[in-house]
């Protein structure tokens, strides 16, 4: 068996998240199809953490295992040509057995978006429209708050499956752009 580690990037707006849900379509449903297309089986794949309905991604990494001996390139040339437009295979790669795409991540990065002035059609997708100018010097003395090791409990929802709610936040900020 080889383990596949697999970066992947995807517009969630279709997408019920990341993980596979009843009655939803979600991104990993639609990948694992995918995969099955090409390597003729289902197969387990493991992402490196969970997005919410909606969510975009540009560098989402997830494992899988398989005993095909299909060049990494094949691979990837082959799952994009039959996945959907808003989900792309970025890379593909070998990596070791004891690769966990979840355990194994050094650490994630989440960014939001926001602008001020009229609706905008093809903003509305990926910035949330604010009706006033922010006030950023404000914002940026909150985040320095939020910067180090704290318990997110209040922030988790009743049916977690994690029980650390303790992270480490390394970096928060906020920019503004006029591009």
């Known amino acids: 068996m080889k383990r596949v580690l697999l970066t992947i990037c995807y517009d969630g707006t279709a997408y019920h998240g990341w993980q596979v849900q009843k009655n939803a379509v979600t991104v990993q449903s639609v990948l694992g199809d995918a995969i099955k297309s090409i390597l003729k089986k289902k197969t387990d794949i493991t992402g490196c953490s969970r997005t919410d309905a909606g969510v975009h991604a540009k560098m989402f990494c997830l494992h899988l295992d398989c005993d095909d001996n299909i060049p990494e390139s094949a691979f990837l040339s082959g799952l994009n040509s039959v996945l959907p437009d808003d989900i792309s295979v970025t890379d593909c790669k070998f990596v070791e057995s004891d690769f966990h795409a979840r355990y194994s991540c050094k650490g994630k990065t989440y960014v939001y978006n926001f602008y001020t002035g009229k609706p905008n059609p093809f903003l509305s997708r990926y910035a949330l429209r604010l009706e006033k100018e922010p006030n950023v010097d404000l914002i940026n003395k ?29 970096d928060c900020h906020f920019i503004k752009s006029d591009g």
């Open 142 to 170: 909150f985040c320095e708050t939020v910067v180090g090791k704290h318990d997110f409990f209040g922030f988790s929802s009743s049916g977690r499956t994690v029980s650390d709610t303790v992270r480490t936040v390394t």
